[in-house]
């Protein structure tokens, strides 16, 4: 499990960078480490959803379901995506801090909802 999650976060780091086959890559070869890991699909499925290939995107997010069934509500609409990201600047999530560069965000990105929060919390 230890080699798995360095591969996730090396795939994590290539995400970050917009580097979406090496995210692939490294994914997978964490998966094939540790297969019942939730966080390789989750890393597959953000790739997918980035390129929107939303049928890839569901298969893997699906299929890491068993470890966090909560982890669905990714697929969901951008009206739900910015209630989360709402719901996040309530609680004072410090996650947000990378809101305006996270590529995982790039699909509501010029949502003009999501620019007004971008703006309300300083990072536009």
Not at 12 to 22: C, I, T, V, W
């Amino acid at each position: 499990p230890a080699a798995a999650a360095c591969h996730f976060m090396l795939s994590l780091a290539h995400l970050m960078n917009r580097q979406y086959p090496q995210s692939l890559d490294a994914a997978h070869a964490g998966m094939r480490l540790d297969p019942q890991a939730a966080w390789g699909y989750e890393l597959v499925a953000q790739v997918y959803l980035i390129q929107r290939e939303w049928a890839k995107a569901l298969r893997a997010a699906e299929s890491g379901l068993w470890g966090e069934p909560e982890n669905v509500s990714l697929l969901n609409s951008r009206a739900e995506a910015l209630t989360m990201l709402r719901r996040a600047r309530a609680v004072g999530d410090a996650g947000l801090t990378g809101i305006a560069t996270d590529p995982m965000l790039d699909p509501i990105a010029r949502d003009p909802n999501f620019v007004e929060l971008v703006k309300e919390l300083g990072f536009a």
